[in-house]
């Protein structure tokens, strides 16, 4: 059963930066899209970033412009970098991966992420 691991979560002051990454502990066959989420506390899940094989990304508005995703399609992994981290980006943050040969998208366990003074 393929697992995604996060890693990279932590503390960091208001205007910090953090770079979060996520790796599959198997290949996941034709991969067609991976990304990550957020759930902050109180909210529902909201997806951040979005990036496809060819390196098409795609961004939740507010993010646009401080966040980067990028990732590796051979070697399942997917990274955020994070910069300019606002008290509001505090979440446990989640990557996926989805694939044509799974009905199913695979998760991550979640790494938190709070932004605080």
């Known amino acids: 059963q393929v697992q995604l691991v996060e890693s990279g979560g932590g503390l960091v002051q208001p205007g910090g930066s953090l770079r979060l990454s996520c790796t599959a502990s198997a290949t996941i066959v034709s991969l067609n899209l991976m990304g990550w989420s957020r759930q902050a506390p109180g909210k529902g899940r909201e997806l951040v970033a979005s990036?496809?094989?060819?390196?098409?990304?795609h961004y939740a508005g507010s993010m646009k412009d401080r966040f980067t995703i990028s990732g590796n399609n051979a070697e399942n992994t997917v990274y955020l970098q994070m910069s300019s981290l606002k008290p509001e980006d505090t979440a446990v943050y989640y990557c996926?991966?989805?694939?044509?040969?799974?009905?199913?998208?695979?998760w991550g366990q979640g790494t938190q992420v709070a932004v605080s003074s």
């Open positions: 990036i496809t094989p060819t390196g098409d990304t």
């Open positions: 996926w991966m989805s694939s044509t040969g799974s009905p199913y998208d695979y």
